[in-house]
């Protein structure tokens, strides 16, 4: 079928009553959780995504995109005006955006951060449709030994994620991979790991390590450090962007996106390093933005703001024609479609087709419910600010419990993601990065497959992972991106001591 | 009152040491592959021997550095944690005997009351609302039903959707 013959197909499923109503939905929960202070988008998709079991794949997309795309915009809101990120992603929009409202100027912030999270989010869906299929027909050649390179590489990127220990890091992605071969061995159907306990034989549900980890880790944070909330001083009315802002802001929008969405796509990059990464280089390339970067200037919102929005369509280029997440939230997404006995990768678009472009259509659309309801309501959104979370934390801590149970209706996977919330909360404590672990849990059981697979084909020669350029390509690649991360480290750290 | 725990990088790299030789002692009687493919245990044991190693740079690097990572752990600290865990734990042990309704009711009042919200009037409306609402969300719309008590259940009392909803 011809790509517009399946964007129409998607679109049949997309702009059906209760597809819309679940955009909508997951769009209003996105921005309402957005707006609370340290909410993140991956706990709101880890806590809420049960809600989407007793649904078809198709819908429960719809609700999970939709909560992904509002929550990463509304991180903004309270970023601007009490300057604190809603989500990390938002922490390069505090630069500009916090320095507007202490002018008087939340509204035209906001407004700012409204059209270029939707240009942001809505120029990376159109790359993400144009693109994906693409990678995905060259993909579905792809044998064991590429699979296994990419695994390899996707897993190198844990050290590009690791903040500020890249072995702490690489600790914590392993320690996912340890998790993730708990249960049958995927070749000789053996029981690893199990001691005995018959429920495990089943393996560990990496979505309920990821509720653990993300919500109930949060949780527990959150009451040691004090549930207070901020109060928010500022009262603002135009949040409608004049023709001058807009014409402002375009050039920055347009190459913010783009470059955005392609650092989305880079496996475990996400929002935030993507709104970094954009806010950095239109400070660097912009006339005259060296200068008022920092200091209230609107092309700074628009940039990071255009970027980790970005990010999100990127991020599905690898998640959909790789199987290989692009953040915490595809990582959730990829878990929520084999909850439906869907595995992401090139062949979800021969077996599939509807489901994706419904993806697309459905995700574009997403984008424009957000612009309507951040322009429209901004105002309501920024009084969730300072919303108790005496009230809040309890609730959150039953949904989680409750998106545990619900997977497989099943005590194990409670017990799961209350250690994994145990286990989150020492890392967390420790400096230790839950990212890596997030991707360690996917991508260890393909590497583990396909080595195995690969070895067995080449009869245990190594031959197989370099007699061939693709993948010798993809390995230098890994080298490469494990690499330059300790280069850097190490020259900042020669930089400061000299 | 203030507690200092000294070492805790060096006591975590020594767990990490510690969970890795517990993977190759679990692994030993795991099926070898066949010919010269790697078996069961193979990957888990490098998975686990990789981690050995970065655990022992960790050590290392901290013996190096002459300077204890510490934690300066309050009482108040210490209760902040512990009462959210107790209550997470309790709910989950209690829910199979009392269900997920009364369950969740439960955990719902005692940890907002903790939090702040005092006043029944409040929290008991928000905790049965809260529970009643996800109690029909999972169990007729998404199909997924919640725990029933073994000992008291009170979704034996609520009604069923096409009563309160019209929907089957």
Same mark, same amino acid.
């Given at each position: 079928m011809s790509v517009v013959g399946n964007l129409l197909q998607g679109a049949a499923i997309v702009y059906q009553p209760f597809a819309l109503a679940l955009i909508v939905a997951g769009v209003l929960i996105g921005m309402t959780m957005g707006s609370l202070p340290g909410m993140t988008a991956t706990m709101t998709v880890a806590v809420l995504v049960s809600f989407t079991f007793g649904m078809e794949a198709a819908e429960g997309m719809m609700l999970l995109l939709g909560i992904y795309g509002g929550a990463l915009y509304a991180g903004s809101i309270p970023a601007i005006l009490?300057?604190?990120?809603?989500?990390?992603? !938002? !922490? !390069?929009?505090?630069? =500009?955006g916090f320095p507007l409202a202490e002018r008087g100027l939340a509204g035209r912030a906001i407004a700012v951060a409204t059209v270029a999270s939707f240009v942001g989010g809505a120029v990376s869906v159109v790359l993400l449709a144009a693109l994906a299929p693409q990678i995905a027909s060259v993909a579905i050649e792809f044998g064991s030994a590429e699979y296994f390179a990419l695994a390899v590489f996707g897993l190198t990127i844990i050290a590009s994620v690791s903040g500020d220990s890249l072995l702490k890091g690489l600790v914590s992605g392993l320690l996912g991979m340890l998790l993730a071969t708990v249960g049958l061995d995927p070749v000789l159907a053996y029981p690893r790991?199990?001691?005995?306990?018959?429920?495990l034989t089943s393996g560990i549900q990496f979505i309920a390590v990821m509720i653990g980890l993300f919500g109930i880790a949060e949780g527990f944070l959150r009451y040691q450090r004090g549930i207070e909330t901020e109060q928010v001083s500022q009262e603002f009315t135009n949040v409608i962007p004049s023709r001058a802002d807009l014409s402002k802001i375009r050039n920055v929008v347009v190459g913010s996106s783009v470059a955005g969405a392609f650092i989305g796509a880079?496996?475990? !990059?996400g929002g935030d390093i993507a709104s970094f990464v954009t806010y950095n280089e239109a400070k660097r390339w912009v006339e005259g933005a060296a200068a008022t970067f920092g200091d209230g200037d609107i092309r700074g919102v628009a940039a990071a703001e255009s970027g980790n929005n970005a990010s999100t369509g990127g991020a599905l280029i690898p998640t959909l024609?790789?199987?290989?997440?692009? =953040?915490s939230v595809t990582a959730i997404l990829i878990g929520a479609l084999m909850v439906h006995g869907i595995r992401p990768g090139p062949g979800l678009f021969q077996d599939e087709p509807e489901l994706v472009y419904a993806i697309f259509v459905g995700f574009f659309t997403v984008y424009v419910v957000i612009l309507v309801f951040g322009l429209v309501g901004a105002r309501y959104w920024a009084r969730l600010i300072d919303f108790p979370g005496k009230y809040l934390w309890p609730a959150i801590f039953v949904l989680s419990i409750v998106g545990a149970f619900a997977?497989?209706?099943?005590?194990l996977d409670v017990w799961v993601a209350l250690g994994a919330g145990a286990l989150g909360y020492v890392m967390r404590v420790e400096d230790y990065p839950l990212a890596p672990m997030v991707l360690g849990l996917i991508l260890g059981p393909i590497a583990e497959v396909n080595l195995r697979r690969s070895l067995k084909l080449s009869g245990g020669s190594l031959e197989i992972f370099y007699s061939e350029p693709l993948t010798l390509g993809i390995f230098a690649l890994a080298a490469v991106s494990l690499v330059v991360p300790f280069v850097q480290a190490w020259r900042g750290s020669n930089t400061e001591s000299a | 009152m203030a507690i200092d725990i000294r070492h805790t990088d060096k006591v975590g790299a020594a767990l990490l040491v510690a969970l890795s030789a517990g993977v190759f002692v679990a692994s030993r009687d795991f099926p070898s592959g066949f010919g010269e493919t790697p078996g069961a245990a193979f990957f888990p044991r490098v998975i686990a021997a990789t981690i050995a190693l970065l655990a022992a740079v960790l050590l290392v690097r901290s013996v190096v550095a002459r300077d204890p990572r510490t934690h300066s752990v309050g009482t108040e600290a210490v209760v902040r944690f512990a009462v959210p865990a107790g209550f997470l734990l309790a709910y989950v042990l209690v829910m199979p005997a009392v269900g997920f309704v009364l369950g969740t009711l439960g955990f719902l009042v005692g940890l907002m009351w903790y939090s702040g919200v005092r006043r029944l009037r409040t929290s008991v409306p928000l905790g049965v609302a809260i529970a009643v609402v996800l109690h029909y969300v999972f169990r007729a719309f998404l199909r997924v039903p919640l725990p029933e008590g073994?000992?008291?259940?009170l979704s034996e009392f609520l009604p069923s959707l096409p009563l309160v909803l019209g929907v089957a």
């Open positions: 009490i300057r604190t990120p809603g989500t990390p992603s !938002a !922490a !390069a929009t505090v630069f =500009d790991f199990s001691f005995g306990f018959e429920p880079i496996p475990g !990059a024609t790789l199987g290989i997440p692009g =953040d997977l497989r209706g099943n005590v | 073994s000992v008291v259940s």
